[in-house]
């Protein structure tokens, strides 16, 4: 009873403040105050007294991220000491996780921490090595975020179901689903390459697409582990309608990691193939009414590189390849570049944020990047952490194949689209890639915890 009336209480404070949170909304967009963020770190502070559960810190996380994000007006603007409004979300958030981690003694590396530490380690030496901390801010920063939330995520879920973990994401992420649909019904695109895309009330597509894009591994398993009908159908159409939305947000990269993801899914994980190319074509269907405005446009650039594929060989033009939007150009500058420097700089890099100024735009391609922002030593460490990530996630199959192969396929999707774009230097990626690599570490204690269940319903059966 007490136990009950204790749940009760936790799940009311927990209602209580999310309702606050999400009725903030219309005082922020009203007017540029503190409003908002004050109310976040209110929560934050009341969900770590009344130990809210740790699935409900989770959702509240997540929901003031995106709420955050689909506010630019409100969240971007640089306010006190220049930070925005989300810098300075981010930064709490932050400092709420480490003293959560040291309050309850979970603090703890693995390998996949410890590589990224290294990562961070050739950032500071590059730093003082060409004394640019102010680019150590803006960058790594980022990356002390995301071994934090690593961290954080792996030991705040610990005893958190894996399924209840994948529904927060699903449930979250109809957000950006719905305000997407919202902007498409009121022809708010924007023109790019030919084509409308949609970035709704986010600042950027791939702000949107990644939020999107999450929600499909969670998505497709929870579809593969429902039994009821009616429950699938749902999580059918609820895939069609995240794929739709990916493909009218328009950002090239992330339709790349969705078919590769699914590649990967038809050939590796799933034994039934069939129902992959079934899920395709049913995609593929919903866009055919609209195959003028929708498919031909968007692909247009494609079409033109296959029939003349020399087009990928002109380095001097940066915006002649349209497909590539002038990344070739910008690697080509900035290998250049560190190939041009000393032996120090060869080892340790150019510094961070060099490429950036150098080409005026990032550099789309986190090897590249790594090789000659940090050196030899940076790009090494890049790798130790991408490989420590996948031996760690092969190991854990041991405890559920298929869902680990999952996490793998959404890792490695990320890994390709990393050669177009900086998916480790956006903190949406680091949140959600930290968050299901915590689900994956789940399985053992929920497949320990069902094993003892069943020794002990046949202890109970034998004394009856």
Not at 4 to 12: P, V
Not at 204 to 218: C, E, G, K, Q
Not at 303 to 311: F, G, H, V, Y
């Amino acid at each position: 009873m007490k136990m009950n009336i204790r749940i009760f209480r936790q799940n009311i404070i927990f209602l209580g403040f999310t309702a606050i949170v999400l009725g903030a909304m219309l005082p922020v967009v009203s007017a540029n105050n503190y409003i908002f963020l004050m109310l976040i770190y209110a929560a934050l502070v009341f969900l770590s007294l009344f130990y809210i559960s740790t699935a409900g810190i989770l959702f509240f996380i997540l929901s003031a991220r995106i709420i955050l994000d689909s506010f630019p007006q409100v969240a971007y603007p640089k306010l006190l000491f220049g930070f925005s409004m989300l810098e300075y979300f981010t930064l709490g958030l932050m400092v709420f996780m480490v003293v959560y981690l040291l309050v309850n003694n979970g603090l703890e590396l693995d390998a996949i921490s410890k590589s990224m530490c290294f990562v961070l380690a050739t950032m500071v030496i590059t730093t003082f090595y060409h004394l640019n901390f102010s680019d150590f801010i803006a960058v790594g920063s980022l990356w002390i975020y995301f071994t934090i939330s690593y961290i954080f995520f792996k030991f705040l879920l610990r005893d958190v179901r894996q399924q209840n973990i994948l529904y927060l994401i699903v449930i979250t992420s109809l957000c950006p689903l719905l305000n997407l649909f919202w902007a498409i019904a009121g022809g708010s695109g924007s023109m790019h390459s030919g084509f409308a895309r949609y970035s709704a009330s986010f600042l950027h597509v791939h702000h949107l697409s990644n939020y999107l894009f999450f929600a499909i591994p969670a998505l497709l398993y929870l579809l593969l582990q429902e039994s009821k009908s009616i429950i699938k159908y749902i999580y059918i159409i609820l895939l069609i309608l995240f794929h739709y939305g990916i493909f009218m947000a328009g950002y090239r990269t992330v339709w790349i990691a969705t078919g590769f993801f699914w590649i990967f899914y038809i050939l590796v994980i799933s034994k039934k193939k069939l129902a992959g190319v079934l899920i395709a074509c049913c995609i593929m269907l919903f866009f055919w009414k609209n195959r003028e405005a929708l498919l031909i446009t968007r692909f247009m650039h494609l079409k033109l590189i296959l029939e003349d594929p020399t087009q990928l060989l002109n380095l001097e033009n940066y915006e002649y390849n349209g497909l590539l939007s002038g990344r070739i150009g910008f690697w080509k500058t900035a290998i250049e570049n560190y190939l041009s420097s000393n032996i120090l700089s060869k080892f340790f890099g150019t510094g961070i944020h060099s490429t950036s100024k150098l080409n005026l735009t990032y550099m789309h391609n986190e090897y590249i990047s790594a090789l000659t922002e940090t050196g030899i030593a940076g790009l090494a460490a890049l790798l130790l952490w991408i490989i420590s990530a996948i031996k760690t996630t092969l190991q854990r199959l041991t405890y559920s194949r298929e869902y680990g192969l999952i996490v793998l396929g959404t890792f490695l999707s990320l890994l390709v689209i990393a050669a177009g774009t900086m998916p480790f230097r956006d903190a949406i990626v680091m949140n959600y890639i930290s968050i299901y690599f915590a689900a994956l570490y789940n399985y053992q204690n929920d497949t320990v915890e069902s094993v003892r269940d069943k020794k002990t319903d046949s202890h109970t059966k034998l004394n009856i």
